[in-house]
C-alpha cells in the first residue's frame, strides 16, 4: 500500500491555483501532498478515497484562506478537524497548522477558525517558494526525512501513478497576481504591510489615535461574536487587526527608545 502524504492542502475550488504551486513546490523538494484537484498516489491506485483521513494522518495541515475559502462548510470543517486532532494525538499529527491568507478582505460570514502554528499574510503568495522553504523548515528533518522516503518508495512500488504526479509538477506554475488591497478590517489603507519606519514617521499621537482606532475594532468584533466567541480561538477577521496591534507598538516602542537615547 502507498505511503501517505505528511502534507494536507486544505482550500476553496476558487482559490486552486495557489494550492497547485504549493503541491509543485512541496514536490520539487520530493514531499508529496494531498491535493483534490491533483490526487496522491495512494487515490491514483484505486477508487478515490474520503479525503478526512488524509487531515487526520498529516502532519502539516495548510489551509489557503479567502473569502471564497470562508464559503465553503468543508474548510472550516477540515480545520477543526486539524485542530482536534493535534489535541487528541498530542501533537503527534497535525503538529503544525498553517494557513496562508489569499487576501486581507475580510470574510463573508462570522466563522471563527481555529488559531494557527504559522500565519502568512497574502503579500507573501509571490514568495510561494519561500514560503514552503520556512515550513519545511519548521516542521525540522526527521520530517524532511519520513516523506522523502516515502517519496521514492511510492515511486518504486507505484511507478504509473507516481509518474501521472511528476508529469503534472513538470512545469512550473504561472506566477500568482500579488497583494490584494487590505480589507475594511484593517486601519492602514495601502495595498502592503507598512514598515516600521514608515509607521515612525507617523509621529507618537497619530500612532496612538491609530491604536485607539484598532481596539476599538477589536473590541466591537467581539461584541458580533457574543458568546460563540471562544478564547483560544481567533476569529478571521481578527487577525490584521492584531498584526496592526503589534506593528503600531513595535514602531512606539522604538520612538520611545530613540528619545531616550538608546
Known sequence: MAIEPQVFLCYGRPDKDVAYALAYEFWKNQIECYNYLAKPVEDRLDKELDHRPYVVASRLFIAVLS?????????????????????????????????????????????????????????????????????????GPAFV?????????????????????????????????????????????????????????????????????????LDNQGRIYGPTYRPGRQAFLDWNLKRDLEMIDEALEKLKKEERGY
Open 67 to 139: 473569502p471564497e475559502a470562508n464559503k465553503r462548510y468543508l474548510v472550516l470543517e477540515e480545520a477543526l478537524v486539524a485542530s482536534r486532532t493535534a489535541v487528541d494525538s498530542d501533537g503527534l499529527f497535525c503538529s503544525c497548522r498553517a494557513y496562508i491568507l489569499a487576501t486581507n478582505d475580510a470574510p463573508v460570514d462570522r466563522s471563527a477558525f481555529p488559531q494557527p502554528d504559522l500565519l502568512f499574510p497574502s503579500d507573501r503568495l509571490t514568495d510561494l517558494q519561500g514560503i514552503v522553504s520556512e515550513m519545511i523548515s519548521h516542521m
Open 145 to 217: 526525512e519520513h516523506s522523502q522516503k516515502a517519496w521514492k518508495i511510492n515511486k518504486e512500488l507505484y511507478p504509473e501513478a507516481w509518474a501521472n504526479l511528476d508529469l503534472m509538477y513538470s512545469e512550473p506554475p504561472p506566477p500568482l497576481p500579488g497583494i490584494l488591497p487590505q480589507g475594511q478590517n484593517s486601519v492602514f489603507s495601502v495595498d502592503h504591510e507598512p514598515t516600521v519606519e514608515e509607521l515612525k514617521a507617523l509621529g507618537r499621537e497619530r500612532l496612538y489615535r491609530l491604536r485607539l482606532d484598532v481596539a476599538k475594532r
